[in-house]
């Protein structure tokens, strides 16, 4: 939650010492939110000019072209772009459900001593590394997905379309099962906290209006987190986008658009971490540079439909209140 | 063992190793006492290095023994960036030496901003191909031909004419072949696409070489682990490590047909005798191809392997941390360096090859114009 802080020192509190004069207190607190703003700034300027003759040479193509050839010095974004998209979809389509089921069970269902260890439980999932994820993802998952998980996909949908493809464990699906379970504790602890925050006299209040309790959770608490709730959705699918260790780990590395669920891909940040360290060419680095001019792009769009879609929310939400 | 990066768990394993080697090492030392005041001579010299990591493990170990054993006076920093980084940084002339597993060509050293680069051949490795199929047995016959027909996606099954034929006494199983290889740009990949351009021109013109290309099939893991590590959990599936991660993780691997027509095994010996057969090797012409010398030779040798290089400015301008570093890799590149890269599953440089790096070294000159390595130190270690 924010907590505006715009003039400090007025209130009633007795005081020893005078008050910071408030321009001054204004003007610190500004350079350092300014930090921010011009880190970012010279981030976006250094790719950009690093990434530059990639962009010159191949222009829109870049965005567009399906073949990542190094021998040909051939470059094109598209199937990494599409690997990071449908990467980060698969673990958001688990991720929102689960993670908002398992914060309202730990903000308003749960007796207190379980919340207190499930809590616990969840944010210790937060602290593991990443690459302890990709390593039990390969070592643990990459098995029981060739084993369990794939066999029982191509059941249901037959072996084409998002069954096709062979069943050896890593890929697309895999890579989608470890984001999920990597942005779960980012979801459910930033939402438990909104949702624990609604004030207990809306509860009150609908409970004695005679509202179940699934009426009370649905039409009282999640109305009023959920800006909470899409700030925390913004939260996890910036983190689903940008994680790089464990989905190079676990997602093939093929540079080409996949279809099916067991498919082999690559995403903008895997591809950058695979061959960076061994790009000698120069278009090959700059490229390797556009594609994360292209990341930030992606990151940023994502956010800002995040908040246009909080807007509307609160907008559809206010309206239904007026009706 | 190219060029790859022996990153991860081996080579977490081997440092380790290091560590408690340094221990053994110590105890006597300290019991002899004045060890240091015997084995030090000149200043005190502290020399920096980037780059390849399938080199670090033997630079690690061969630098701890070199300061413990030859000069105590000379430390090594050795920062394991990978090669791309270590030509970066000895082109921009932030480190004493850069380590790079393909030898930097003509571009790169265009770009070196200290004057001419000297490359010297400082560890040589060789590349199993390994497999994954329960039914078959270890040291299954294979052609050059055949494993880049699989690579470019044209035999997918295990049960293939192709590799019936070339093994006939052998029953294969119908199951579908999972191709396994690197992701990251690295000389284990330039070796191998090397070879397999050598060996099939659709492979040559439609895919080619180098540290990365457009793989037409297959899954790729990061590092030699990771390719392991994807070898070992996907039934059915081939894939190119360096020698020891498949010693080590007990896969089967194939021996390989060289050109003589025999069938050969990756051992030390064989990829040493490949390495023999071609004594002129230099940065320019840096490929192990099996194309010919003494028949003797030419018979055992394997075909699959590679150096990694060093990669040093020719005009120094600090006498006496350069004296220092010829000093080093002349001990290095020679039977006194060499030997921990042997317990670390390198292959030891042929005799043709430690005269290559010492021709080499004697290029690097003072700022007197003269070379730095002197002939007591040729004397010392240049057997």
């Given at each position: 939650m924010t907590v505006g802080?715009?003039?400090?020192?007025?209130?009633g509190q007795p005081r020893r010492r005078p008050a910071v004069p408030n321009g001054l207190y204004r003007a610190g607190l500004s350079v350092a939110a300014l930090v921010f703003v011009a880190l970012l700034v010279a981030f976006v300027v250094d790719l950009v000019v690093q990434a530059r003759p990639a962009f010159a040479h191949f222009g829109f193509s870049f965005i567009t072209g399906t073949q990542w050839n190094p021998v040909t010095a051939h470059y094109g974004a598209l199937p990494f772009i599409v690997g990071t998209l449908e990467t980060t979809v698969i673990a958001m389509v688990l991720a929102i459900p689960i993670g908002l089921g398992a914060a309202l069970s730990l903000s308003h269902l749960l007796p207190s001593r379980t919340r207190a260890v499930i809590g616990t439980a969840v944010e210790m999932l937060a602290a593991i590394p990443s690459v302890v994820y990709g390593l039990w993802g390969l070592l643990v998952l990459a098995p029981w997905a060739r084993t369990v998980i794939e066999p029982a996909v191509a059941f249901v949908?037959?072996?084409?379309?998002?069954?096709?493809?062979?069943?050896?464990?890593?890929g697309l699906l895999l890579a989608g099962l470890i984001l999920f379970v990597m942005v779960l504790p980012t979801m459910v602890a930033i939402s438990r906290d909104v949702l624990a925050a609604v004030p207990t006299e809306q509860i009150e209040g609908a409970l004695a209006l005679g509202a179940t309790k699934g009426q009370v959770l649905s039409r009282v608490v999640i109305p009023h987190a959920r800006a909470g709730i899409l700030g925390a959705i913004t939260l996890a699918t910036g983190r689903a986008l940008g994680e790089t260790m464990a989905v190079t780990m676990v997602i093939g590395n093929t540079p080409a658009i996949t279809h099916s669920l067991f498919g082999t891909t690559a995403t903008m940040a895997s591809i950058i971490a695979n061959q960076f360290t061994e790009a000698t060419e120069p278009f090959h680095l700059a490229s390797l540079i556009a594609i994360a001019v292209l990341l930030l792009v992606v990151a940023a769009l994502v956010n800002v439909a995040a908040r246009m879609l909080v807007r509307s929310v609160g907008r559809s939400v206010s309206a239904i209140a007026v009706a | 063992m190219r060029l790859g990066k022996r990153s991860g768990s081996v080579a977490a394993l081997k440092v380790a190793a290091v560590g408690a080697a340094s221990m053994v090492f110590a105890l006597p030392l300290t019991g002899a006492g004045a060890v240091s005041v015997n084995h030090s001579s000149g200043p005190p010299v502290a020399l920096t290095g980037a780059g390849s990591t399938f080199d670090q493990p033997f630079f690690t170990l061969g630098f701890y023994q070199y300061n413990k054993k030859i000069n105590s006076n000379v430390t090594v920093t050795y920062a394991s960036i990978g090669s791309g980084g270590g030509q970066q940084q000895i082109e921009s002339n932030t480190v004493n030496f850069g380590a790079t597993d393909v030898p930097m060509l003509t571009a790169d050293l265009a770009k070196?901003?200290?004057?001419t680069i000297v490359q010297v051949p400082v560890d040589l490795g060789g590349e199993a191909i390994s497999y994954n199929v329960s039914s078959l047995p270890q040291g299954l016959h294979l052609t050059g031909t055949v494993l880049a027909e699989i690579y470019l996606g044209q035999i997918t099954n295990w049960d293939d004419p192709a590799l019936r034929a070339l093994n006939p006494k052998v029953s294969f199983p119908n199951q579908a072949i999972t191709v396994v290889h690197r992701a990251d740009g690295s000389g284990t990949s330039y070796a191998f696409t090397n070879y397999l351009s050598d060996v099939n021109s659709t492979w040559s013109s439609k895919v080619g070489v180098g540290k990365t290309v457009a793989w037409p099939v297959g899954v790729g893991g990061q590092g030699n682990e990771g390719v392991a590590g994807l070898v070992a959990d996907t039934p059915g599936a081939i894939g190119y490590v360096e020698l020891d991660y498949a010693l080590v993780n007990h896969f089967k691997y194939f021996a390989m047909q060289n050109l003589r027509g025999k069938w050969i095994l990756p051992t030390l010996t064989s990829v040493a005798d490949d390495a023999a057969l071609h004594p002129h090797v230099s940065s320019t012409d840096f490929a192990i191809d099996?194309?010919?010398?003494?028949t003797k030779l030419a018979e055992a040798a394997y075909p699959i392997d590679t150096y990694s290089w060093l990669a040093i400015y020719?005009?120094?301008?600090?006498a006496t941390t350069a004296t220092a570093m010829v000093d080093l890799f002349e001990w290095m590149t020679h039977s006194g360096g060499q030997k921990y890269a042997k317990s670390l599953d390198y292959v030891p440089l042929p005799a043709a090859v430690q005269a290559t790096a010492q021709k080499a070294l004697q290029e690097i000159l003072g700022p007197n114009g003269?070379?730095?390595?002197?002939k007591a130190a040729i004397a010392k270690y240049g057997k």
């Open positions: 802080i715009r003039n400090p020192g007025t209130a949908f037959g072996h084409r379309g998002p069954g096709g493809g062979s069943e050896i464990g890593v | 070196a901003t200290a004057g099996d194309l010919g010398g003494p020719e005009d120094q301008t600090n003269k070379p730095l390595l002197t």
